[in-house]
């Protein structure tokens, strides 16, 4: 048992290269910059969640002193329309609008006083639409159509065997219907940059993103000029969770600065973010799953029905994601699985950390746990009987590499305290004996239970995806060895983890490097940061180039020193002598004298799947995560003591990052099964700030949190570390499903968990008013 | 580059607020109902002290008046007139000095994305100014005021106890 920690860590364990400028307020922020002469941009946003736009009249706010420039779809120079994957949703409306945080107009001004002003004389007729604000009226025959080709954005579907016959053999069944809730990301830092004009007329967006070259594509269309002319700087970042991988305040503030001709910032108030950012598709899952006597796994039948809201972004690959993952690590023969993405006028949902995971996983352990509970197995060793073997196909009967990682979790939380906690206070209902000798001790109506769920994650955009990755390393004119990557640090380490693999890869010291990323006149197109990849590419990326950069780096310093190359050896400060270790010539000297310049560069594909079934994985995360929670039948509280969490997923390369994924994705998690929902009504929210919108504090998120990495791969493994960033925020939802039951046995098959369902009348309390 | 280049001119109508900022004078000329978290972020370019909700729900922008943790983007500047305002800038006393604080949070990870780690830290240095040698409850109460959405808290939680230690061990070689 080795939980990681910054004492078991040991050296690895390393003070991040941007936590300096962090601790101290130092770190300027995109939303931080200000520019001489910067205008203030605003956006205003649809008043209707659906709408028929019959006239816009900018007039009087052009009017207005101090109005440097009002746009609307009138002023799209290039296309009126982004989305990464389709390009339906419009800059500015011009016909219809249909969402709440659609944008009409904008405009920019010598203050945020003056912008907003400015905002309210612009005047919008609407013709207001019915509503469609679930996927079932959405979906209904004589429903409007919010989109030409119809209310539907996004079918999948996955079938072998025959599912309905080989339900008529199971021996028990079990079918529940599973609702997921609208998450919000809730970054502390909303959406906004600085677009700033330059003197040679190129134009430079400061602006959070999780793909900036992607980001500059679109700019070039929205705008109509060629990528060259827009340089996109994109980190650091305020947190972004998926939530600021599309385009947000871009299009606008590039828009305004290229036609006031100044530099404009954009600065999103929380109420804007929420009623204009991204969400979590609330999911509907539907589940039949059938065993036969012995608990072994039969059929499967899967409908899934996500609210997408209005337009595109990455509904369709989100859709794709949970179609795969509400299979998971399981054996089955027959599996009938379907699922639709539905265009409605409530909020955007799209990329968030997990993406669809969150939600198919929820369902599938509900199932296991209850498929257990019915023929009276402990649920951890029913998950055995079907748990996937190593060379096992994927999901979908795809190839992928060859790991153990389901096994090697699954025993993991065996072994572990919490689990060990479990058996030995029995199980198997509602908790009458007590778990451990503090139990005895609580008040009655505080019972607790200890439940686990699995989690088989994909990572990496899959088949079918463009999903490239490339990488730069160069020896600069000053002597600094540059590590150059197209990636974005938003807060999950990646900085640490490029000094860490550069630094462990050639023997250079911290010092020696300079790090640059998240600039797109700076980096070579390395793909996107999202789905848990940039680690995994980082590595290969440096395995790629560790030999031909060695060879120049140390060719070179042969040269200079007239000694072989074969004598010789990287280390920090220079090159030395491979021996004595002594230092034979600084790296600032073969940079000055080199008559050859020094670098290294790669370029390649996320390895895939053969299975040409778009989405699928090839590359897979394990979990298991087990969790003690206690109820108040009083209120209907939950709370989590104790969480435990085996992760499989290759070397540990930054284990401060490491520890942070898988707690901090836990924690939102934790949010996702007791606390969140941004709540819609006709399509409104109902929620437009924190105060309302309620996610863990430090109080919800006190109890114990064990990390305990399983590293070990098949030894002809060739892709090293696998991704963490999403798989932490999977697996601790159906866990506390899991835990509610074993306290009070109380199925729960919504979240997030309603206090009302786990409330118990005390008995004395039952006797005292019903006179008994 | 773009960077703390410029105070934005703001309307004073006549109006000054004098404080202390950071140790040093201040004296703005600025409406006295102007939001604290404006002066600081807009007028004086100090951005260390970060914007997230504006109701007084997050923290991000916890900034001491007198020693005590206050949401800047609730305080107006009439309410600070005479007063030591500390900010994230401050906390350490000097610029190249690191607050014990500062330096747990370092060391065991207590902050992501950092967004909010101004605004922790300053909690933090607050209660440990107050209470030395805080209990857990202790903790969890003075942080309830911020907002994490990276860490989960545990990183944090870790380095408000390892600050402690810190201030225990200097207490004891001191």
Known sequence: MMMLTRETAGKRWRVRPDGPVKVTGRLQYLTDLAAPDMLYGLVLRSAHPHARIRAIRTERAEALPGVRAVLTHRDVPGLNAFGISRQDQPVF????????????????????????????????????????????????????????????????????????????????????TYCTPRQMHAYLETEGGLFVPE??????????????????????????????????????????????????????????????????????????????????????????????????????????????????????????????????????????????????????????????????????????????????????????????????????????????????????????????????????????????????????????????????????????????????????????????????????????????????????????????????????????????????MIWQALRRMETPFRRKLLGAAANLTGRPAGRLELGPGGVRDAESGELLIRYADIAAEAAEPIAAETHFHFPVTDMEKIGAHFLYSYSAVAVKAEVNLLTGRVRVLDQYHAVAAGPVVNPMG?????????????????????????????????????????????????????????????????????????????AIAAAVYEATGVRVSRLPIDPALLIRRPEELWKAVSGQ | MIGRTHPVPVQADGSVIAFTLNGEPAAVPVPPTRRLIDVLRQDLLLTGTKIGCEIGRCGACMVLVDGKPVNACLTMMYQIEGRRVTTIEGIAGSPDALHAVQRAFLEEGGFQCGYCTPGMIVSAAALLAERPDPTDGEIIEALSGNLCRCTGYGGILRAVRRAAAIGREAGAHG
Not at chain 1, 690 to 703: F, H, N, Q, R, V
């Open chain 1, 93 to 176: 409306c011009f016909d219809f609008v249909r969402y709440v945080g659609d944008a009409v107009a904008a405009v920019a001004a010598d203050s945020p006083e003056t912008a907003e002003r400015a905002l309210d004389l612009i005047e919008v007729d609407y013709e207001p639409l019915p509503v469609l604000d679930t996927p079932e009226q959405a979906l209904a025959e004589d429903a409007p159509k919010l989109h030409p080709q119809g209310n539907v954005l996004h079918r999948n579907e996955y079938k072998r065997g025959d599912a309905d016959a080989a339900f008529a053999e199971c021996a028990h069944v079990v079918e529940e």
């Open chain 1, 199 to 536: 003197p040679d007329g190129r134009l430079t967006v400061y602006a959070p993103t999780q793909h900036s070259l992607l980001d500059r594509m679109q700019l070039s269309r929205i705008l109509g000029v060629p990528e060259e002319r827009i340089r996109v700087v994109s980190s650091p970042i305020g947190g972004s969770f998926g939530g600021k991988d599309e385009l947000n305040v871009q299009p606008y503030g590039a828009l305004l600065a290229l036609a006031a001709g100044r530099p404009v910032k954009i600065h999103n108030s929380r109420r804007e973010s929420v009623r204009a950012g991204l969400k979590r598709h609330p999911m509907r899952i539907a589940m039949k799953t059938g065993i036969d006597a012995y608990g072994r796994l039969l059929a499967h039948r899967v409908r899934i029905v996500a609210d997408t809201g209005p337009y595109a972004t990455l509904g369709a690959e989100v859709l794709n994601f949970a179609t795969e993952h509400v299979l998971g690590p399981y054996r089955y023969e027959h599996v009938d699985v379907e699922s639709v993405s539905v265009r409605t006028n409530n909020g955007m949902s799209g990329e968030f950390r997990g993406f669809g995971g969150n939600q198919a996983i929820f369902a599938l352990e509900g199932q296991m746990d209850r498929l257990a509970a019915l023929i009276g197995m402990d649920p951890w060793e029913f998950r055995l009987v079907n748990l996937r073997r190593i060379g096992d196909p994927g999901p979908f009967g795809q190839t992928i590499a060859r790991t153990d990682g389901a096994h090697q979790v699954w025993r993991k939380l065996k072994e572990s305290a919490l689990w060990r906690e479990r058996v030995a206070g029995g199980h198997g209902g509602s908790a009458a004996v007590p778990a451990d000798p503090g139990e005895s001790a609580r008040p009655p109506w505080i019972r607790t239970g200890i439940g686990a769920a699995m989690v088989m994650h994909g990572f990496g955009l899959g088949y079918g995806i463009p999903d490239p990755a490339a990488g730069r390393l160069r020896l600069a004119k000053d002597g600094k060895i540059e590590a150059i990557f197209g990636y974005e640090e938003f807060g999950q380490g990646l900085l640490a983890t490029l000094e860490t693999l550069v630094t462990e890869t050639f023997g250079f010291a911290a010092d020696d490097l300079r790090l640059i990323i998240g600039d797109t006149d700076r980096v070579p197109d390395s793909g996107s940061s999202t789905a848990s990849r940039t680690t995994a």
């Open chain 1, 658 to 734: 490491y520890v942070g994924q898988i707690e901090g994705g836990s924690g939102m998690a934790l949010g996702f099964a007791l606390l969140e929902d941004a709540v819609m009504e006709n399509g409104r929210y109902l929620t437009g700030n924190l105060d309302t919108y309620l996610i863990p504090t430090i109080a919800d998120l006190s109890g114990n949190v064990a990390v305990e990495p399983v590293e070990e791969l098949p030894e002809d493994d060739p892709y090293g570390p696998r991704g963490v960033g999403e798989i932490g925020s999977v697996g601790l939802a159906p």
